[in-house]
C-alpha cells in the first residue's frame, strides 16, 4: 500500500471526498441564509473537488499545524500559537495565489466570472481579497488543527480493500463529474446550473440588520 507521510493514498482519496462533500453542504447553508436558496454549485454531483484537494493538498505540502511537514519552519521548540500562526500564513497564501489563478483560468477557458468580490473591500481583482483569503485561511488552520487527524483516524479504520474500493469509485465519480461539469461551461461559455431550490428561510437587510425573512421572496 502507497503510503504519503503517516497515510495511505487510499485513505486519503476518501478524505478528499469528504471534504468535497462538506464544501458543497456548507456553501449550500451560507446561500441559504444569506441568500435564500440553494442550487446543484454547477456540479453533477454533490461534491466540490477543489475543497478536497485543497485540504489535502495543504497536508502533503504542511502537515498539520503541529507537525508540518516543513519542519525547519518552526522549530519544536515553539509554542502552539506560533506554530498555528505560521500555519496560517502558509494557508493564507495558498488562498490567495489560488483564488487568483484559479478565478481567472475559468475565466480565460470557460469566458465567465466565476465568483466576483468586487463588493469586499481590500479585494485583489476580483477573484481574491484579504478578509476572504483570512476567513478561509482561519477555517483552515483550525481544521487542520483540530479536525484532520481525527477524522482521518476514523477512515484509517475502514478494512484495506473496502478503502481502496471506495476511493478509486469516489475519485472516478468527483473526476468525470468535474470535467464533465467544466467542459460544458467551456462549450457553453455559462454556468452548469441542473438545479435552484428557493427555501422560506433566509437573512434579509431591515434597517441595516440581519432578520430572518419567514417567506420566499420577501424583498
Known amino acids: 500500500m502507497i503510503m504519503i507521510m503517516k497515510y495511505d493514498i487510499y485513505s486519503l482519496g476518501i478524505m478528499v471526498a469528504v471534504i468535497s462533500f462538506l464544501g458543497f453542504s456548507l456553501e449550500n447553508l451560507w446561500l441559504s441564509l444569506t441568500k435564500g436558496f440553494i442550487d446543484n454549485r454547477n456540479m453533477n454531483a454533490p461534491f466540490l473537488m477543489g475543497y478536497g484537494l485543497l485540504v489535502v493538498g495543504m497536508y502533503l505540502l504542511l502537515g498539520t499545524p503541529e507537525n508540518m511537514a516543513l519542519a525547519e519552519m518552526v522549530p519544536v521548540d515553539r509554542s502552539k500559537g506560533e506554530k498555528f500562526f505560521v500555519y496560517f500564513l502558509c494557508a493564507f497564501a495558498v488562498v490567495?495565489?489560488?483564488?487568483?489563478?484559479?478565478?481567472?483560468?475559468?475565466?480565460?477557458?470557460?469566458?465567465?466570472?466565476?465568483?466576483?468580490?468586487?463588493?469586499?473591500?481590500?479585494?485583489?481583482?476580483?477573484?481574491?481579497?484579504?478578509?476572504?483569503?483570512?476567513?478561509?485561511?482561519?477555517?483552515?488552520?483550525?481544521?487542520?488543527?483540530?479536525?484532520?487527524?481525527?477524522?482521518?483516524?476514523?477512515?484509517?479504520?475502514?478494512?484495506?480493500?473496502?478503502?481502496?474500493?471506495?476511493?478509486?469509485?469516489?475519485?472516478l465519480i468527483m473526476s468525470t463529474d468535474l470535467v464533465a461539469s467544466f467542459s460544458k461551461m467551456h462549450r457553453t461559455r455559462s454556468l452548469n446550473t441542473k438545479w435552484h431550490w428557493e427555501i422560506c428561510y433566509c437573512f434579509k437587510p431591515f434597517n441595516g440588520k440581519n432578520i430572518i425573512a419567514k417567506e420566499c421572496g420577501i424583498d
Open 96 to 171: 490567495t495565489v489560488g483564488e487568483l489563478i484559479l478565478g481567472h483560468l475559468m475565466e480565460k477557458i470557460c469566458g465567465i466570472q466565476y465568483w466576483n468580490y468586487n463588493w469586499i473591500p481590500l479585494h485583489i481583482t476580483q477573484y481574491t481579497s484579504i478578509p476572504t483569503s483570512i476567513g478561509f485561511a482561519a477555517i483552515i488552520t483550525s481544521f487542520m488543527g483540530a479536525c484532520f487527524d481525527p477524522i482521518m483516524s476514523v477512515i484509517t479504520m475502514i478494512p484495506a480493500q473496502e478503502a481502496r474500493s471506495a476511493s478509486i469509485i469516489l475519485m
